[in-house]
């Protein structure tokens, strides 16, 4: 069992991030997660469990002009990372424009994709040409069958059309994400690390997490980074490297014959809260400080209310300021607990809205 007293503890980061805005446990904000749109071509179960969603009003979404006002500012506080998202971000119409936009913002030193790729291969030139240098493709079978009933629509063919169209154009690194559900797709996972290790793509494995309210996440259907990173090493020896910076989500391991890399997000049985640098800015303008927010700060009306940059560069602050989410934490904490843990307890903004 962890030390849950480890895990809630301030971290003590590098000296570099000091002197950066930091929140109630010395947190500073560093990554910022955007979702361009809510609406995705997919549905799958995890993340989008209703057979209906009544979509943000277009009017209401965020204008690529105000995305970019909103990222500079965030990048004036201490932001260097923005990785952009959805629902699936290349179903928003011309994204090469606002990545070339955020590409000119001063002082962003990444800026990445997360996306299903089934969009992507006749948009790979334009995006290339942007700016963009690095993607995440979601995958999480290589058994068109189960693809098609995971993500309800979803056609692998597209996908892998578009995942190699990447590779093509040069995008680097490349890397594939895989959400581990037992029962579903856990069969899978060595299938998987055999392809990133031939095509050679980092890849990812994700814990299945209770994101949302609606996916009926239960325990039993987990299967923790312990096992995961069992079941390859018994395959494919593996080396531990750790989290980048200490402060990325994912735990990263080399395979010992030098033939790539993966990592896995245990965000349920080994909790990062305590090294958490991330924001994120929903589709409709709201700043929220946890995958697992109920609520979110309205940058949007603030914004086209005419405020000055400097007052909305204080609202952020002060939001940031007072942040003392921990939820992950928590969870584990409860889920050891002799009363258990019921995911139904706290209301949760769903994916679709929030983005990855």
């Not at 991030?17 to 910022?32: A, E, F, G, Q, V």
């Not at 996306?115 to 240098?133: F, H, I, M, R, W």
């Amino acid at each position: 069992m962890h030390d849950l007293r480890r895990l809630l503890r301030p971290y003590d980061f590098p000296a570099y991030y000091k002197t950066m805005l930091r929140d109630l446990y010395k947190r500073p904000i560093k990554d910022l997660r955007i979702s361009v749109t809510d609406r995705c071509n997919f549905r799958c179960t995890y993340c989008m469990p209703y057979d209906e969603y009544t979509w943000i009003e277009k009017a209401e979404i965020l204008t690529f002009e105000e995305i970019t006002r909103l990222t500079s500012l965030f990048v004036q506080l201490g932001v260097q990372k923005v990785r952009l998202t959805g629902g699936e971000p290349l179903v928003r119409k011309g994204l090469e424009k606002l990545i070339r936009q955020l590409c000119g913002i001063k002082g962003l030193n990444d800026l990445s994709l997360t996306t299903n790729a089934s969009l992507l291969a006749e948009q790979v030139p334009a995006l290339k040409t942007a700016g963009l240098k690095r993607i995440n493709v979601s995958i999480d079978t290589l058994d068109p069958d189960k693809f098609r009933r995971m993500t309800k629509r979803g056609d692998l063919g597209k996908v892998l059309e578009g995942l190699f169209a990447a590779k093509q154009y040069g995008l680097h690194p490349i890397k594939i994400n895989a959400v581990v559900e037992r029962g579903v797709n856990d069969g899978d996972i060595i299938e998987l690390v055999e392809f990133s290790r031939e095509h050679g793509f980092a890849i990812r494995f994700i814990e299945y997490m209770d994101v949302g309210n609606s996916n009926n996440w239960t325990s039993e259907k987990l299967v923790p980074k312990k096992e995961i990173i069992e079941r390859i090493s018994a395959r494919f020896p593996l080396k531990e490297v750790g989290r980048d910076n200490g402060t990325a989500p994912s735990v990263d391991y080399e395979f010992v014959d030098g033939r790539g890399e993966l990592g896995v997000i245990a965000s349920v049985t080994e909790p990062f809260c305590s090294t958490c640098t991330r924001a994120r800015l929903t589709a409709d303008g709201k700043l929220v400080t946890c995958l697992f927010s109920s609520v979110g700060t309205d940058l949007k009306a603030i914004l086209r209310s005419g405020a000055s940059d400097e007052a909305i560069r204080e609202i952020v602050s002060g939001v940031w300021q007072k942040r003392n989410d921990r939820y992950s934490a928590e969870r584990l904490e409860a889920l050891h607990s002799s009363t258990g843990y019921n995911p139904k307890t706290q209301k949760k903004l769903e994916m679709i809205t929030l983005g990855g």
